[in-house]
């Protein structure tokens, strides 16, 4: 499988914050990284390359006047984490309406790490 080279550089939050599938509620993993254009996630299960999600992703709070923001994304890959009870995901993110653009490049500035 050919992966594309990432264009933006990710950074990781100061928060795991929680992520849920939009059709069944249920929480897909907790995020790790994150840009405009693709995010990672631990979760205790792998996902499935090539699987498309609707997700909910909680924000911190006293941050936004949201408590959520809603992407679309695709998995890309899954592999063990350091932890060999986890793994990372990589997902894709679909083009952001403007207001959860906004929210994600936010997220990064005011609670990403500064590497």
């Known amino acids: 499988m050919t992966y594309k080279a990432r264009i933006l550089k990710r950074r990781h939050l100061i928060y795991y914050l929680e ?3 939009e059709d069944t509620g249920l929480p897909v993993g907790h995020l790790v990284d994150v840009t405009t254009r693709g995010i990672k996630l ?19 709070p006293g941050y936004f006047q949201e408590t959520v923001v809603h992407i679309e994304a695709v998995s890309k890959w899954s592999n063990n984490d350091v932890n060999p009870d986890f793994y990372d995901t990589g997902l894709e993110v679909k083009p952001l309406d403007i207001r959860a653009r906004q929210i994600i490049m936010k997220l990064v500035n005011l609670v ?4």
């Open 112 to 115: 990403g790490f500064n590497d």
């Open 42 to 60: 631990v979760s205790k299960t792998p996902i499935e390359a090539g699987k498309a999600f609707r997700l909910r992703m909680l924000l911190p």
């Open 19 to 21: 992520i849920y599938d």
